[in-house]
Each structure stands twice: as C-alpha cells, then as structure tokens.
C-alpha cells in the first residue's frame, strides 16, 4: 500500500481479543510527542483467538472509540495496523547474493517451503538486513490473505484508511529498541491476555518469533481452580499477589509456578533453536505486554535463569523510550499493554519506515 499520502496524519491501531489500542503521535523535528491515544475494551466475542467474529459490532465500537480518546485529540483517518502474531510469519531465509530485481524471484521461491499456506493464499513482504560475501539475509513475513482482506474491508467501512499492515512484533520491537540492545541479541516476551509472543531480536532486526497460549487468561485460570473462585475473583487476586513471596500469598503463587515453567521452558525452547543457528548469545529479556506487569514475574525469571545464565539481564521494557511523554500519559508500567501500539505508532510519525 503506499504510505503516508497528501502528508495526513497517521495513527497506530491495535487490534486484539480484548480491546483496541491507539496511540497518536507527532513529529516535533527531535523527538515524537504524544497527540492522542485511547484503550477501549470489547465484549468477549467480538474477536475470538485472533479471528474476528462479530463485524458489525467491531465497527460500532471503533466508530465510538474514535469519538472520545483517553488523552488528547486523535484527528486522523489514515492508521498502521497491526498483524497479531498467530496470523503472521516471521523468519530469516538465507540466499544467494544478488541484486534485488533478482531476488523479487528467488525470495518468494525460496521462502515457500518454510510458510504453511500457499503463496497464493498470503500476502507476502520481505527486506534484506543482512549478510556475508555470498549470502544475503532476508526477514520474510507472509499473513494470510483472508485475514487481512476481511479487517481491511471493516476498517474502510469505518472511514479509516489503512496505509500499512505490520506484525506485532515488528511494532514491539520498534517502540523498546534503543542504541544498547541494538547491538545485541536479545529476547521480547510480549506477554498479553491469551498468548506470549517470543520474539528474537539481533542486531536491531527481527529473527525470529513464536506464539504460546501462556499469558495472563492461563494464570487467572490456575488461581481459579486452585482456589476454588471466579476467574473474576481469580483475576483481582492474581492482580493483587502475583508471584510475591509473602506468607498470604503462598497458595497463589503456588498455582501461578506450574504456569510460569511452561512458559519459561518455551522460552528456553527458542533460546536454544536461535542460539543453536547463531554465533551470537542472548543476553537480555525484556518484558512488555499486559501481563508483564504480574507482579514479582521479572524477580521470578531472574531466579530461574540464575543457574545457567547469571550474565542475561532481564526485565521490563520501556515503551516510551523513544517518545516525548507527557504527563499525563500512562506510567511505564501501565504503558507495557500499550508497547504494540507505540511501535505502530512511531512507524506512522515516520520513525522506522
């Protein structure tokens, strides 16, 4: 699609299970400043696992959001929408040094074999970050036509414009990315609702990532049957203990660790794979997402990563890192739910296009 057109204002959109996040930013010349933004929650329903199953509805609320935002104005029409990670993939092919008139050919040829839906069913992008002598590095990302046909055509019903498509992890890593961990292989868990993004990062490009159905719905299930309470009882406790060590809060975070191991034993899974394919180390976890601001859950990692890896430094993302934040903007923490929309954001202020 091609972006940015009559030089209009351009927005971030989010769209999940839960909710619908926009973030609205400007250009001052130094830095991005924040003009709007709002989180509006949907019904259960409306998008079940990704899939969207309630259209109407879907365009009703977006033509309310659009209306009264948390913070600021959002006078735009033209959006940078986000891919969810179970409808995206995302992998580094290697192949042939050529010139890119060739490798519109060879790519498209190459990465077939490793995307599970035929070419002809996906919409397909790819750009070179990378390579040696006689190899170029290509990041390849396919989703499939249905899905992104269907939410284009909601969107456009609404009067939003779409000028780009981008994955959520592509959008993750674009809001944390700083100097430091550019130069570094690292690991996002984009810890949301229904799922974990484990994303891998090297040399400030994607590299790799994987979805698991561990995230913040499985702790508040676990509360709930250990417990023997509401998942919305199950949902305030998780909020309110976490994986805190007091003595009140035992039986809570007894429930959470069986959770929290699966999850850490995935993220050793992707460790191993890319460090199995690479020269290169993992030396940081960053956390974002929702579900990172579980408390104690960075204390936790560290813990259990303390045997094998006391140099990997982990903890929690910093969304605005590359923003101007006013005052009234959400904290750090309460902006981890908020780090897909920023990335999105930013790459509609023009940072990263």
């Known amino acids: 699609m ?9 927005m971030g959109f989010d769209l999940s299970d839960v909710s619908i996040k926009i973030m609205h930013f400007g250009n001052n010349g130094n830095n991005y400043d924040v003009l709007g933004f709002t989180d509006h929650t949907l019904p259960k329903g409306i998008m079940v696992n990704d899939i969207i199953k309630e259209d109407a509805l879907l365009q009703k609320h977006i033509a309310a959001l659009m209306k009264k935002p948390d913070y600021g104005k959002i006078n735009a029409s ?4 986000s891919i969810p990670e179970s409808k995206a993939f995302v992998r580094v092919i290697q192949i042939p040094k050529m010139s890119e008139d060739q490798a519109k050919l060879a790519v498209p040829s190459e990465a077939e074999q490793y995307i599970p839906v035929p070419l002809d069913q996906t919409y397909l992008d790819w750009q070179i970050i990378g390579g040696s002598d006689d190899k170029m590095d290509v990041l390849v990302t396919a989703s499939p036509r249905t899905y992104v046909d269907n939410f284009l055509s909601i969107l456009k019903s609404t009067g939003l414009r779409p000028v780009a498509f981008e994955v959520e992890s592509a959008a993750v890593l674009r809001a944390i990315s700083t100097p430091k961990n550019r130069a570094e292989d690292f690991v996002i868990l984009d810890m949301n609702t229904y799922r974990t993004s484990i994303i891998i990062a090297s040399n400030g490009n994607l590299q790799f990532t994987s979805s698991v159905p561990i995230a913040g719905d499985a702790f508040t299930q ?6 023997g309470v509401s998942e919305e009882e199950a949902e305030k406790i998780k909020r309110e203990s976490g994986l805190s060590d007091s003595s009140e809060s035992n039986q809570v975070k ?22 199995g394919h690479s020269s290169e180390k993992i030396s940081e976890i960053i956390l974002v997402g929702g579900t990172a601001k579980l408390k104690n859950i960075v204390d936790y990692l560290k813990e259990q990563f303390a045997a094998d890896r006391p140099e990997m430094e982990i903890g929690l993302g910093n969304p605005w890192v590359n923003v ?27 940072a990263g296009v």
Not at 2 to 10: A, D, I, Q
Not at 336 to 350: E, K
Request: no cysteine; hydrophobic share 45%.
């Open 222 to 227: 676990s509360i709930a049957r250990a417990l």
């Open 324 to 350: 101007f934040q006013p005052e009234k903007t959400p904290s750090i923490l309460d902006s981890l739910s908020y780090t897909t929309a920023i990335g999105l954001a930013l790459r509609a202020a023009g």
């Open 78 to 81: 033209q959006i940078v929408a």
């Open 254 to 275: 007894a429930a959470l660790v069986p959770v929290m191991d699966n999850l850490i034993s995935e993220i050793r899974n992707t460790i191993r794979f890319h460090e």
């Open 2 to 10: 091609g972006l940015f057109k009559n030089n209009e204002p351009v």
